[in-house]
């Protein structure tokens, strides 16, 4: 069947899943397949785990896909079956092809039962009686279809050759294995295939038929690989080169010397193609060769000749497995790659979603199913991810790909949070970790040993309850807590808990959810409900509050992350308010939120990059925003992140 592109725009499915990101550089596929770009369809009970034999797309945009049990239009959002007869209640079963003509008719070739036309205006399916020579084609079981560049229709039979139809449906040509000029190798016909010069190229159970447009020629290649072996699929790629699947292997035909190079399985190579039935060809936006199998998907880079199968990819094995059988692939104007398969229904790979990768399934799977409820993240200098959340200190090693949980206690807990939840991680100058729990307050780990140091007395009778921990340049460690700030000299062991005396302002009972340095070292601390603070010289506390008649202050005193550039700029992500930039110089506040762009308006986190962005996290996804200009982008399920809601401190 001739896979046909038109113009579109389908939007991406959407799925939920909540875990740790980070964010890809986007690359091309060689460099490795992520499994959060496969997506599974679960949206149609009827395409859960049946047979997908064609897809096609139309011009408005819509996904049409061709199974045992029906046709199914998609339109980015759900899915719909297209039925036959008065009442439109009859499917079409058995769909073996699908074309869509250059008049924007989609042919429909089925088992047992035919040829039928999809007119695209109406959606009415009308079934086409074809006769040649008193044999009624309308019967006989359609396994491909093609256009020529004159307009006629080619459809290729199971045992009965190729007729050929003028662009009225009438009968122009046949050919079969007993036509007086123009026969077959065989009558079974698996493919047929137009290329960008007008030929017809034929796949038959013995080898490769190619009629050429110009002479109105038929001709048969005689190589011994091609001749004696069943063709399943053939494929023209953007170099004009024509690739050849069989049931023994995958061939590319060398246009200067009119030969064929062959890959095959070799079961001491893990790089070589990983079955040797090739079911399905197609060539990505990248260049890359994706072939279908009756062992699962391979992705070839033409130049090194290395294929990317379940056997040299553990996501590709996970998300397709090994024993799939691939049975149509295409490729949509958005060069979103669509996977239909024997029995495990329809998938999808989409180079420009998910941008955002997932830690999953790679690592332990008891240790990662406590891996919920982040409330910190941080990177030491041995690229170990340290995660903190309800069930304990957990770490990732990015390359060997292990990963432990470290608990300060195995006792279970009725109180509100769990006894070993972790509010917030730091690593100081020294290298030294700090951990601050819910329950106890804050500790010093060793991660040689595994241990933690509590260091309850840093609170006398003050709550332990942490919300972050900051260090500063002086090697100074700020606590915030839900019962105000403590400044603390882990040198000499000196506390002190802060507040401002001479302004009757306590910071006492107050809490307190970040803590920032500027480039001047002025220290800056957010609260919830206490408005935006900071020291001033003579180490008083000062601050900013709403003020209603005052358009230039802060809008909000619900404060959860702070940080700065080097322009004296301070950006404040508030609880239900949005962004606030501050100018310092000239004591202004400024609103961004929603309707300037910001995907929510409540920032929990705010990161910078080296391009002057700032990546702010939010409780509807990921907001990128450049300071320079004050443009938005932002990022949500259908960029493949796979829960919108993020927490504060998990950044």
Request: net charge positive; proline share 1%.
């Given at each position: 069947?001739?896979?046909?592109l038109?113009?579109?725009?389908?939007?991406?499915?959407?799925?939920?899943?909540?875990?740790?990101?980070?964010?890809?550089?986007?690359?091309?596929?060689?460099?490795?397949?992520?499994?959060?770009?496969?997506?599974?369809?679960?949206?149609?009970?009827?395409?859960?785990?049946?047979?997908?034999?064609?897809?096609?797309?139309?011009?408005?945009?819509?996904?049409?896909i061709?199974?045992?049990?029906?046709?199914?239009?998609?339109?980015?959002?759900?899915?719909?079956?297209l039925?036959?007869?008065?009442?439109e209640?009859?499917?079409?079963?058995?769909?073996?092809?699908?074309?869509k003509?250059?008049?924007?008719?989609?042919?429909?070739?089925t088992?047992?039962?035919?040829?039928?036309?999809?007119?695209?205006?109406?959606?009415?399916i009308?079934?086409?009686e074809?006769i040649?020579?008193?044999?009624?084609?309308?019967?006989?079981?359609?396994?491909?279809?093609?256009?020529?560049?004159?307009?006629?229709?080619?459809?290729?039979?199971?045992?009965?050759?190729?007729?050929?139809?003028?662009?009225?449906?009438?009968?122009?040509?046949?050919f079969?294995?007993?036509?007086p000029?123009?026969?077959l190798?065989?009558?079974h016909?698996?493919?047929?295939?137009?290329?960008?010069?007008?030929?017809?190229?034929?796949?038959?159970?013995?080898?490769?038929?190619?009629?050429d447009?110009?002479t109105?020629k038929l001709?048969?290649?005689?190589?011994?690989?091609?001749?004696?072996?069943?063709?399943?699929?053939?494929?023209?790629?953007?170099?004009?080169?024509?690739?050849i699947?069989?049931?023994?292997?995958l061939?590319?035909?060398?246009?200067?010397?009119?030969?064929f190079?062959i890959?095959?399985?070799?079961?001491?190579?893990i790089?070589?193609?990983?079955?040797?039935?090739?079911?399905?060809?197609l060539?990505?936006?990248?260049?890359?060769?994706w072939?279908?199998?009756?062992?699962g998907?391979?992705?070839?880079?033409?130049?090194s000749?290395?294929?990317?199968?379940?056997k040299?990819?553990?996501?590709?094995?996970t998300?397709?497995?090994?024993?799939?059988?691939?049975?149509?692939?295409?490729?949509?104007?958005?060069?979103i790659?669509?996977?239909?398969t024997?029995?495990?229904?329809?998938?999808?790979?989409?180079?420009?979603?998910?941008?955002?990768?997932?830690?999953?399934?790679?690592?332990?799977?008891?240790?990662?199913?406590?891996?919920?409820?982040?409330?910190s993240?941080?990177?030491?200098?041995?690229?170990?991810?340290?995660i903190?959340?309800?069930?304990?200190?957990?770490?990732?090693?990015k390359?060997?790909?292990?990963?432990?949980?470290?608990?300060?206690?195995?006792?279970?807990?009725?109180?509100?949070?769990?006894?070993?939840?972790?509010?917030?991680?730091?690593?100081?100058?020294?290298?030294?970790?700090?951990?601050?729990f819910?329950?106890?307050?804050?500790?010093?780990?060793?991660?040689?040993?595994?241990?933690?140091i509590?260091?309850?007395?840093?609170?006398?009778?003050?709550?332990?309850?942490?919300?972050?921990?900051?260090?500063?340049?002086?090697?100074?460690?700020?606590?915030?807590?839900?019962?105000?700030?403590?400044?603390?000299?882990?040198?000499?062991?000196q506390?002190?808990?802060?507040k401002?005396?001479n302004?009757?302002?306590?910071?006492?009972?107050?809490?307190?959810k970040?803590?920032?340095?500027?480039?001047?070292?002025?220290?800056?601390?957010?609260?919830?409900?206490?408005?935006?603070?900071?020291?001033?010289?003579?180490?008083?506390?000062?601050?900013?509050k709403?003020?209603?008649?005052?358009?230039?202050?802060?809008?909000?005193?619900?404060?959860?992350?702070?940080?700065?550039?080097?322009?004296?700029?301070l950006?404040?992500?508030?609880?239900?308010?949005?962004?606030?930039i501050?100018?310092?110089?000239?004591?202004?506040?400024?609103?961004l939120g929603?309707?300037?762009g910001?995907l929510?308006?409540?920032?929990?986190?705010?990161?910078?990059?080296?391009?002057?962005?700032?990546?702010?996290?939010?409780?509807?996804g990921?907001?990128?925003?450049?300071?320079?200009n004050h443009s938005?982008?932002?990022?949500?399920m259908?960029?493949?992140?796979?829960n919108?809601?993020?927490?504060?401190?998990?950044?």
């Amino acid at each position: 069947m001739r896979k046909h592109l038109s113009n579109q725009f389908v939007k991406r499915f959407k799925f939920i899943f909540l875990f740790v990101f980070f964010f890809f550089v986007k690359t091309s596929l060689l460099t490795g397949i992520n499994l959060h770009k496969f997506q599974h369809f679960t949206g149609a009970d009827e395409l859960g785990t049946i047979r997908i034999d064609s897809i096609i797309q139309d011009s408005i945009g819509f996904l049409w896909i061709g199974t045992e049990y029906g046709l199914f239009r998609y339109d980015g959002y759900k899915f719909k079956e297209l039925k036959i007869g008065s009442n439109e209640k009859t499917s079409l079963i058995f769909i073996d092809s699908l074309y869509k003509t250059k008049n924007n008719t989609i042919l429909i070739g089925t088992l047992y039962d035919g040829f039928y036309k999809l007119n695209l205006t109406n959606y009415t399916i009308i079934k086409k009686e074809i006769i040649v020579k008193g044999v009624k084609f309308s019967d006989k079981d359609i396994m491909a279809i093609t256009e020529d560049k004159e307009g006629n229709i080619w459809l290729g039979s199971d045992n009965n050759g190729i007729v050929q139809l003028d662009s009225n449906y009438k009968v122009k040509n046949i050919f079969n294995t007993k036509s007086p000029i123009n026969n077959l190798s065989n009558n079974h016909i698996s493919e047929l295939y137009t290329d960008s010069k007008g030929n017809i190229w034929i796949a038959t159970s013995k080898g490769i038929n190619f009629f050429d447009i110009k002479t109105k020629k038929l001709s048969v290649f005689k190589i011994s690989f091609i001749k004696n072996n069943s063709i399943k699929h053939i494929l023209e790629d953007s170099n004009s080169n024509i690739w050849i699947g069989t049931n023994k292997g995958l061939a590319i035909l060398n246009k200067d010397n009119n030969n064929f190079k062959i890959f095959i399985n070799k079961e001491s190579d893990i790089n070589s193609i990983s079955n040797n039935y090739i079911s399905e060809l197609l060539e990505d936006k990248y260049g890359n060769i994706w072939i279908g199998t009756k062992d699962g998907i391979n992705v070839l880079n033409p130049s090194s000749g290395i294929f990317k199968n379940y056997k040299t990819n553990d996501h590709i094995k996970t998300a397709l497995g090994k024993d799939t059988f691939i049975l149509s692939l295409f490729l949509d104007k958005s060069g979103i790659v669509w996977i239909g398969t024997e029995s495990k229904g329809l998938y999808n790979y989409d180079f420009n979603n998910n941008q955002f990768g997932v830690f999953n399934k790679n690592f332990d799977k008891q240790n990662l199913k406590n891996i919920k409820n982040i409330r910190s993240i941080i990177e030491d200098d041995k690229e170990k991810i340290w995660i903190g959340n309800n069930a304990g200190l957990n770490m990732i090693e990015k390359n060997s790909k292990k990963n432990h949980l470290y608990k300060i206690t195995k006792n279970s807990s009725n109180t509100y949070f769990p006894i070993n939840s972790v509010s917030s991680i730091l690593i100081d100058k020294s290298k030294n970790m700090w951990v601050s729990f819910v329950n106890h307050g804050l500790t010093k780990f060793n991660p040689i040993g595994g241990e933690f140091i509590k260091y309850n007395w840093v609170f006398d009778k003050l709550s332990k309850s942490i919300n972050t921990l900051y260090e500063d340049s002086n090697g100074l460690i700020w606590i915030g807590t839900n019962n105000g700030l403590i400044k603390y000299n882990p040198k000499n062991t000196q506390k002190q808990y802060l507040k401002n005396i001479n302004k009757n302002e306590y910071l006492l009972n107050k809490s307190v959810k970040t803590v920032y340095e500027d480039n001047s070292k002025t220290i800056w601390f957010g609260t919830l409900g206490g408005g935006l603070k900071y020291f001033d010289k003579n180490g008083k506390i000062n601050t900013y509050k709403n003020i209603p008649s005052d358009p230039n202050s802060i809008g909000n005193n619900k404060i959860l992350a702070i940080n700065g550039d080097k322009k004296r700029n301070l950006y404040i992500g508030t609880y239900g308010d949005g962004l606030y930039i501050f100018n310092m110089d000239k004591k202004i506040f400024s609103n961004l939120g929603i309707k300037e762009g910001l995907l929510a308006n409540t920032v929990y986190g705010i990161l910078t990059d080296n391009k002057n962005n700032l990546w702010l996290s939010t409780n509807k996804g990921i907001t990128k925003f450049n300071i320079s200009n004050h443009s938005f982008q932002s990022f949500n399920m259908q960029d493949g992140i796979k829960n919108n809601q993020f927490n504060a401190g998990a950044f």
